[in-house]
């Protein structure tokens, strides 16, 4: 049924395929058969749709996420995905997702310790179409070949003309609170349930829009770290003079607030390339 489904094969075509074949004969099914699998199909959490003013999402990504998953566990595709520690070896998960685990900080932002059991989920976004509108597609990482479109859940559609900050916040109003509750809920794995670690996916431009950054045109483009453009010579004398939020010598990689607040104060040194001190406001050290 699911690979007629995929297909798009109508009724009369089935029959068709049906009459060639035997039919009953050789243990087809009859088309009103086909129709009530249909309707089952229809009714799964995966193809229940709300329609409001922003546009047109899924009515519970849980229950979707749980019916996938629950999928590939009874038809034995479940893939293990691993979390590898600073020597790249895979970090051992003993732990399981609790109910006082689902107010920790970690679980809650989609990073659970890296111990913990977990599910990996994507929510990305993507723009385009005529007329154009923006897609999120919500899907599984521990299954073989996770970016298939049919290993996907649609999850959301809403007519867009361009994906800017007032746009995303109407179309994440609906559906940041299900990811909310997917993540404090998690997911049952075998009848264990295990926490969720989400993983943002799309374009560089979606992304920086959801994440608020500038874009990939501005001073310091990279959204893991605070590296900049290529300085001109008038800004490399700046950055000797005042410094910058990295250290340029060393890892290019986001430091903690307790040293930028260092580096910050009047008169400190911080860790320039001159090593040397220098005076003046927050902002003119940055």
């Not at 916040?169 to 997917?182: E, G, H, R, V, Y």
């Amino acid at each position: 049924m699911g690979l007629l489904e995929v297909a798009g094969l109508s009724h009369p075509g089935f029959a068709l395929i049906r009459r060639v074949f035997g039919g009953s004969r050789v243990g087809m099914a009859s088309v009103a058969k086909l129709r009530q699998a249909r309707k089952r199909l229809a009714a799964m959490p995966a193809n229940q749709i709300k329609v409001d003013s922003a546009g047109a999402h899924i009515a519970s990504l849980s229950l979707a996420l749980q019916e996938r998953v629950s999928a590939l566990c009874e038809s034995g595709r479940f893939v293990e995905r691993q979390v590898y520690d600073e020597n790249y070896r895979p970090v051992t998960k003993t732990i399981i997702l609790m109910e006082a685990d689902a107010s920790e900080p970690g679980v809650q932002s989609g990073r659970p310790p890296p111990n913990m059991n977990n599910v990996h989920v994507t929510v990305g976004l993507d723009k385009g179409g005529k007329p154009a509108s923006v897609k999120i597609v919500v899907g599984i990482i521990n299954q073989a070949r996770p970016n298939n479109p049919n290993n996907s859940i649609l999850s959301a559609v809403y007519p867009c003309e361009k994906d800017q900050y007032d746009d995303l916040d109407s179309m994440l109003k609906t559906l940041a609170p299900q990811i909310t509750a997917l993540l404090a809920g998690g997911l049952l794995v075998d009848g264990a349930k295990r926490a969720v670690r989400l993983f943002l996916t799309g374009d560089y431009a979606a992304l920086c829009t959801v994440l608020g950054h500038k874009g990939p045109s501005a001073t310091m483009p990279c959204l893991n770290c605070l590296s900049t453009w290529s300085p001109s010579r008038k800004h490399s004398a700046l950055e000797a003079k005042y410094m910058t939020l990295q250290d340029v010598a060393g890892p290019r990689t986001l430091r903690s607030s307790t040293q930028f607040a260092s580096g910050a104060r009047v008169g400190h040194s911080g860790s320039g390339n001159d090593g040397s001190g220098s005076s003046g406001t927050p902002s003119e050290r940055q």
